[in-house]
């Protein structure tokens, strides 16, 4: 990988013709020993659409919407240690450019409960919503309206042993079922979303997707 920026993934099942691979910047946490890191990335423009560290040049939308995901993370993993917070700055990649906040938890537990962390932790709210549980039903029914995410926006992750462990989230992914192709972006919208925005955002995620994986056809949008 030679963007160290993003973490690359897959998996396949070649008797039933699937396969999913990605280059995904969202890191939901990774453990060694008694220390946990999980990243905050929410917020997206073009490259270079934002610079500088602490005071950022980016919209009060842009922060905002940062601020809920590393707001909903806090409330999620105050429990498992104490956490400090680090300061926001930006990811920059070679299609698009994210705010990023690194949170680190030092742990209270001598042992690492993998699946407990992360359902405590996932979905955040760059991937679902905030507040988490109460928005999980109305979430479900409004997917129940579209075209079927299938693996996007869920967690893939390994362990290695008790010292060690690393989890991300699947999106900025290629999906191929049978004969079937499918690549998905999705953004976060809040109070002060408007809809051009959000388009043009969901379109340089299509083109991120499509420069990482090295693909050049044509897809058809289908929202």
């Avoid at 409330?75 to 949170?103: A, P, Q, R, Y």
């Avoid at 869920?154 to 690549?183: A, H, N, Y």
């Amino acid at each position: 990988n030679r963007t160290p920026q993003t973490y690359f993934y897959g998996f396949w099942d070649l008797e039933k013709q699937e396969v999913c691979l990605g280059a995904t910047p969202e890191l939901l946490f990774v453990h060694s020993q008694n220390q946990v890191k999980t990243s905050a990335i929410a917020g997206t423009l073009s490259p270079h659409g934002l610079t500088g560290k602490g005071n950022l040049d980016a919209n009060d939308k842009i922060k905002t919407e940062h601020q809920f995901v590393v707001d909903g993370i806090e409330k999620s993993l105050k429990g498992f240690g104490t956490l400090e917070i680090k300061e926001t700055n930006v990811l920059d990649l070679k299609v698009l450019s994210h705010l990023k906040t690194d949170i680190l938890i030092h742990t209270h537990q001598n042992k690492f409960h993998f699946e407990l962390f992360l359902r405590a932790l996932h979905p955040t709210a760059a991937l679902g919503t905030l507040p988490k549980d109460a928005g999980h039903d109305w979430l479900c029914s409004i997917e129940n309206l579209g075209p079927p995410r299938s693996h996007y926006a869920c967690p893939f992750g390994i362990s290695i042993g008790e010292d060690f462990s690393l989890c991300v989230g699947m999106i900025r992914c290629l999906q191929w079922l049978g004969s079937k192709m499918t690549i998905t972006a999705g953004g976060g919208v809040i109070a002060q979303s408007h809809f051009d925005e959000e388009w043009k955002e969901i379109c340089l995620k299509f083109g991120a997707i499509k420069r990482s994986l090295g693909l050049s056809s044509s897809f058809h949008i289908d929202t």
